[in-house]
């Protein structure tokens, strides 16, 4: 597998982590899973994420679902794996075990305990010594689940720190203004050009991100074509088109942006469409009511329905 660099553009969907009704790894839908998002045209996986359950995993079935992930990608995209963790050591070998396997990069988030600009940077000084010189690694930037804010100054002068960070997942909601500097900075040739994925949920913010630089997104929801038709329609030059794709999910997008049952949407959402088995999250987790469930329905059926409309 090519190593991933800072040219990374596109989709990179961040997956679900599928489980039984028992609470056990499905690495059957987990092959459906990938067979799907291969379909739709993603430019890479990313697993492990924070809607991937990763803290919910024990270490070796950390392990078992990443080499299942990637011996079913068989090297068609890149795959990302999520090594955040609360120490270094098992930082360092989640990275050495998951590159070991294929995976094309990591991906760290600061951890909640960090709170000055120089935490911060020293921190992110530590994980390049940790992953070494021969694993590139994404930044995560998402102060709605870490607690953590990165300003710009901080951003740049860890990629200044770092050669092997080669992208940004910028997810602060909404965060175009920082969007624009991170970008205005590597135009002026202040800081090296990285690879800026977004990851504000499902692509709440995408059209507008690429608008502002964006290369792409990395984040997940229930129907990656509207991020990834979105991408192509910008790319072209379309951008009222790329607005009108968008437009047509909306709805179903900000219904599965809800805090605390919002993953249990998603993995329902995929039920619904043949994706996986069981839309169970793991315990502890969040069950979707009788009121929920007709919500959604009712959700897919006028998103079908401006589909046609635009088609």
């Known amino acids: 597998m090519k190593k991933l660099d800072a040219s990374a553009r596109g989709v990179y969907l961040i997956a679900v982590t599928p489980f039984t009704d028992n609470g056990e790894l499905d690495l059957a839908s987990t092959d459906r899973m990938v067979d799907f998002c291969l379909e739709k045209g993603v430019s890479g996986l990313t697993v492990l994420g924070i809607m991937g359950e990763a803290n919910k995993?024990?270490?070796?079935?950390?392990?078992?679902?990443?080499?299942?992930?990637?011996?079913r990608v068989a090297g068609r995209v890149p795959v990302v794996v999520g090594a955040s963790a609360n120490g270094f050591a098992p930082m360092r070998e989640l990275t050495e075990s998951?590159?070991?396997?294929?995976?094309?990069?990591v991906m760290v988030a600061p951890p909640s305990m960090?709170?000055?600009?120089?935490?911060?940077?020293?921190?992110?000084?530590?994980?390049?010594?940790?992953?070494?010189?021969?694993?590139?690694?994404?930044?995560?930037d998402h102060p709605v689940s870490t607690g953590v804010q990165m300003s710009v100054a901080v951003i740049l002068q860890i990629l200044k720190n770092s050669a092997t960070c080669i992208m940004l997942k910028h997810e602060d909601c909404s965060g175009l203004t920082k969007l624009s500097a991170i970008r205005a900075a590597?135009?002026?040739?202040?800081?090296?050009?990285?690879?800026?994925?977004?990851?504000?949920?499902?692509?709440?913010?995408l059209p507008e991100e690429l608008s502002r630089g964006a290369d792409g997104a990395m984040t997940g929801f229930a129907y990656p074509e509207m991020m990834i038709d979105v991408c192509h329609a910008h790319v072209a030059g379309n951008i009222?088109?790329?607005?009108?794709?968008?437009?047509?999910?909306?709805?179903?997008?900000?219904?599965?942006?809800q805090a605390g049952i919002g993953l249990a949407v998603r993995k329902h959402l995929l039920v619904q469409r043949g994706v996986i088995a069981c839309a169970a999250v793991r315990k502890?987790?969040?069950k979707l009511s009788a009121a929920d469930i007709a919500d959604i329905t009712r959700l897919m059926a006028r998103q079908a329905r401006r589909l046609s409309e635009i088609a």
């Open 114 to 140: 960090l709170r000055t600009d120089d935490q911060i940077v020293a921190y992110f000084d530590m994980v390049n010594e940790t992953l070494g010189p021969d694993v590139p690694w994404v930044l995560q």
């Open 98 to 105: 998951v590159m070991a396997l294929g995976a094309a990069g």
């Open 284 to 286: 502890p987790g969040p």
């Open 186 to 205: 590597s135009e002026r040739g202040d800081v090296r050009r990285v690879s800026i994925l977004c990851g504000n949920g499902g692509g709440l913010f």
């Open 57 to 71: 995993l024990t270490a070796q079935e950390s392990r078992d679902f990443v080499k299942r992930v990637l011996a």
């Open 240 to 257: 009222e088109q790329s607005h009108d794709i968008f437009d047509a999910y909306l709805p179903l997008a900000r219904y599965e942006q």
